[in-house]
């Protein structure tokens, strides 16, 4: 019998162990090397077809990675919007109106300018509307040698209880190189 527990218990920590792994995060160097993000192991660039479908404006994100299902991406735009850092106060303050104005119905949970990794960023953290679900939406925004760099982190609510921690655990990580 103790032997059938130790077995069990063995199998269990090993089981753990695996599920662990898939989500550990590792470092990601993004938008040729600017950017550096710890994503976990099982995100992968999302397709064009998909990117097409999911972003239908002329605005799409430069990057994306995904889980399998898609219900869950880290976004990157680097835009070419001239943008400075001595410009993220003001630009902050546009984001958070025009943020305001476009999703009156969105519960808010951040609207913030942060100093992270020794870089300022605009934080937009809020909850929105969805045709079938509600988003859970994390943006930040700064400065890349002059130019907008936005990076979005995405979860349906039914996702959030899984991934809300370790995205916001992905967006604290940034370092702008």
């Known amino acids: 019998m103790k032997d059938l527990v130790r077995k069990s ?47 239908p404006s002329s605005r799409r994100p430069t990057e994306v990675l995904t889980e399998q299902t898609t219900e869950v991406t880290l976004a990157f735009s680097y ?3 001239k943008l400075s850092k001595t410009e993220l106060s003001e630009a ?28 300022p960023f605009i934080v937009l953290e809020l909850i929105t509307p969805a045709i079938d679900t509600k988003i859970h939406n994390i943006l930040y925004a700064t400065s890349v040698d002059g130019r907008l760099l936005l990076v979005s982190f995405n979860t349906t609510l ?20």
């Open 79 to 81: 835009t070419n919007n």
């Open 9 to 55: 218990v063995l199998l269990i920590g090993l089981v753990l162990s695996f599920a662990l792994q898939a989500n550990d995060l590792v470092p990601l160097k993004m938008l040729n090397g600017k950017v550096t993000i710890s994503t976990p192991r099982d995100f992968v660039p999302m397709s064009k077809e998909i990117i097409e479908i999911k972003y």
């Open 158 to 177: 039914g996702k959030a209880e899984e991934w809300l921690a370790q995205g916001k655990q992905m967006m604290k990580s940034i370092v702008i190189n």
């Open 92 to 119: 902050h303050k546009v984001f958070s109106k025009s943020f305001h104005n476009l999703y009156p119905s969105a519960t808010w949970v951040r609207d913030e300018l942060i100093q992270q990794n020794g870089h």
